[in-house]
């Protein structure tokens, strides 16, 4: 090689390992910004904002064969704490609906917007079903934790994480609501479930709000896996709770936990 040659070929080699050593945006030019991942208080702005603006009933989404899934709000819109009651995810658990309709019937909190959605599972509802239309168990079909593993066919966790039009539903709902308490009902281990660490001190609120005994309630044979609560928990700054009310759940004892999930609901304003 010449020596013009080489001192082109260095030159060369100078610029590429120059160009390699830019940042991205440099190379790219100054339109390419950097991805940022959101920050939390910017999430809550935006949850904010879409909760002022947002109207006392939203479909959040349909079920496997067309059912609206319908969640309300009492109390105003531009209320700062959120609770959120989900009266239903498996169909063969009905109850939960009942508290949820005396909930309705209540003043929400000060300083509280409530939300509610009857049924998260309308078409295993219709049906008398734990799973949806398509057999699947939602609350193993969320995508924290998921594995494709079942003891049982009722506790089929569906072909993939969020494969399920109900969990990507109430998944993009509570992105956009985040709200700062989630009671999810179900029956019926008659019990709070303490879940993870983050949710022990609303756990035992709820527990002594509702005269409902705290315990690590079963998964079938295992771990849990998929659920809601998991889902919710590690994601974002609220706690949800799964609550299982007993078997049988008169008109007045629906009632009664009504008035103490928002009793606990107002212990998010202070
Ligand atoms: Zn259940």
Redesign the pocket.
Known sequence: MTRPRVLLAAAVAALALALLQLPASAATGPSAPAPVAPRAHDLDSVATAWRASAPATVVVGRSARGRAIVATRQGRADAPYVLLVLG???G??PRGRAVVDQVRRLAPPAQVQVWTISTMNPDGAAAGS?TNARGVDL?RNFPRGWVYRWTRPWFYPGRAPASEPETRAVMAFLDRLRPGLVVS???AFNSIDVGSGKSVLWAARLAAALGLPQRSVPCGTGPCTGTLTQWFNAGHPGVAI?V?LPRTVTTSRALAYARGILRVGARLAG
Do not use: A, I, V
């Open positions: 239903q995810m498996h063969s658990e734990r609350n009902l179900h029956q799964t299982e």
